[in-house]
């Protein structure tokens, strides 16, 4: 959470900061903030503003600077109300240092108080603020040596970028826990919180490690270990997201656009994935092989959407790999002393890499002995870095809050891990891997025709959008289906939705059933049909308004239910994948016709990276 971009260079810095904030605002939007130096008379000039980035950029509507160096960040609050006075970039008492923070302090009251006895005069409510004070209070005409001590002092996770006016041609920059990346220019450098920010100037980027400091001039960057102060070499990579996958490119929203990204992201990932026949995982080694073949059981930890995405990765694993499979939410996983063993294999997913539980339980694992492999989407993140084995899902960049992309490319993956995983350990025959990886290769088509049928959802969404509780049940590799499809509702609506397994109705939800109540029932062909026409029989024996997702060619679901949307027929592990899509444009024309922020829903932000 927090976006933070910095710039030194030729250019005009306050246009490049303000375009990588607005790469960056899915990160949070509490409020929007900028900082240059001041190239004549080496002041600061300080903009911020409560609020989405759009305030920001209407106070700065006209402002011409001449600055090339300066720091922006955009807010989700931890510490501190969303306000002008919390909003970043933070300044010290002489308005000389400023800062801009992704993170918490975890001890700053009691440097506050330390801070306040010698006199320091606090504007805001924020951990961060204590950061640029203590800088202040070690600075003796050396900033970096001031921003080593203040660091060496702070507790809790942070990144952060410095400036001063003392020092006009640098940016002094420091990463724990969480992301920074530094991008290389040609007499230009940057740092920003994800590439997205940077690709418009540089594809060359330099991935800042735990405890690393970095100061960027126009032509140099400096690299140093916090212990050691000595400087490190560091790999510069190369990012191969284009630009126009970070633009809207004609749709409404990011939402919109990454939804109908899924039938290319399905055949990439196929095309990635589907060599000679066989599932193929560049990342995957002898070694990495060697090791999966002899795993005893998968703990399968994630966060939200990737949470569902585990939950489907379970049927799927013990269905066709045979290994016993647990799926745990991140947050859990960390602190109930799991169960995990050195033969064990712990997969975490994640379209970030940055989702501060997911790194505290691959770090647990670790620790326990486990062998694990992160499936991440974001490129050079903490979590694909500090994983034994990583798969990158390639969905490209996803801008808009509520996951589309990156969990249908979770599901493919999972399915192609899966194949590759029952290979491996003898479960599955040569004719059955030939059999399923032939229908998967009908997966782009059939999602493309999912997507013509968008307009079906109209009728539903029209009838219903003022409700304001929806129930969505399903079974088997459908059951996550409903969770997701409540969970997209939920985010982007802000209408109450509970995902429920068809088969528990009868303990409970069936008492919240009445002629008002919609039910969204996922029932595409697979072993539980029968039971999925029964639930809906009896939710439209108590006169429920019912919208289900069938296959083509069922009768019987759609003799019971007011709408029907049909997805292609496939075999059930692969129906998941493709019937969340409706539940996702469903969600999206409820928040649409509510006249909700479809990107930035309320209190939401893309990357949880405080706990
Ligand atoms: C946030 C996002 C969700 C995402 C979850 C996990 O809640 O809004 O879309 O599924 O974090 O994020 P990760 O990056 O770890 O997949």
Redo the contacts with the bound molecule.
Sequence with gaps: MCGIVGYIGARKALPVLIQGLEQLEYRGYDSAGVVCINPTNHSLFLAKEKGKLGQLKSVLNGVSLASTTGIAHTRWATHGAPSKANAHPHEDCKRRIALVHNGIIENYQEIKHKLLKKGHRFRSETDTEIAVHLIEEYYDGDVEQAFRKAVGELKGYFAFVVLSADEPGKLFVFKRSNPMVIGVGNGENFAASDVTAIIPYTRKVIYLEDDEFAVLERDSITISSRASHKPIRKTISEVKWSVDEAKKGGFPNFMLKEIYEQPRVAEETLAKRLKNGKVWFDTLDSKAEAHLKKIRKVFVV???????AGLVGRYMLEEYAKVPTEVQV?SEFRYVDPLVTKEDLVI????????A??IAALREARAKGACTLAIV??VGST?AREADYVIYTHAGP?IG???TK??IA?LLTFALFTIYLACLRKTVSAGFVASYLKEMRKLPKAITTILHREKLLEPPAKTLFKNKNFLFLGRGYNFPTALEGA?KLK?ISYAHAHGYAAGEMKHGPIALIDSTQPVICIAPFSKTYEKMVSNIQEIKARKAIVLSITTEGDKSVKQLSDWVFPIPKMSEIFSSILSVIPLQLFAYKISVKNHRDVDQPRN?????TVE
Excluded: F, P
């Design positions: 994630s966060c939200g959407t990737a949470y569902h991140s975490l997913i994640t379209q970030s890499g940055e989702t539980d997911t989407n974001v979590i996803e809050v509520a996951s990156a969990y979770q969970l985010e939401l932000a893309k990357s949880v």
